[in-house]
């Protein structure tokens, strides 16, 4: 049995992926139906509700302008049931630093939150040396 950072990491890059492959059906499937859920796009406000959160995301994964992403450099942050990954998120004209943030169901992280935004550093510059 995998240790829960590596269940945690392997979680999170499943949603990457199922970004990448435009997998709708993949990305909701990793979404909590169990707890509240919640989202922060680039240059958006809040959005509440996994309805509301999961179209937001069929919205982005059915635009043909969507872009293609690269997690990069992603660091598990572990608290009981609960679980984060932060990481960067490489695009084709920049970078953004993400928060994604997961609760354990069933054995099964299941993503409650995600949250983006632009960042200046590169991928593998973090500021901080605590995330080493």
Not at 48 to 69: F, K
Request: charged share 20%; aromatic share 6%.
């Amino acid at each position: 049995m995998a240790a829960p950072r590596e269940t945690l990491l392997a979680a999170n890059q499943a949603f990457y992926d199922a970004f990448d492959r435009r997998d709708v059906a993949a990305l909701e499937a990793l979404w909590s139906s169990a707890r509240p859920v919640s989202c922060i796009h680039p240059g958006w406000d809040v959005i509440l509700g996994r309805d509301e959160v999961l179209a937001s995301w069929r919205s982005i994964l059915t635009n043909p302008a969507a872009p293609h992403i690269q997690c990069r450099d992603p660091y598990a942050l572990l608290e009981g049931p609960l679980g984060a990954v932060i990481c960067h998120e490489v695009l084709p004209d920049g970078v953004t630093v993400a928060t994604n943030l997961f609760a354990e169901e069933a054995g099964v992280w299941r993503m409650v939150h995600h949250q983006a935004g632009p960042v200046m550093a590169a991928p593998g510059r973090r500021a901080s040396a605590a995330l080493h």
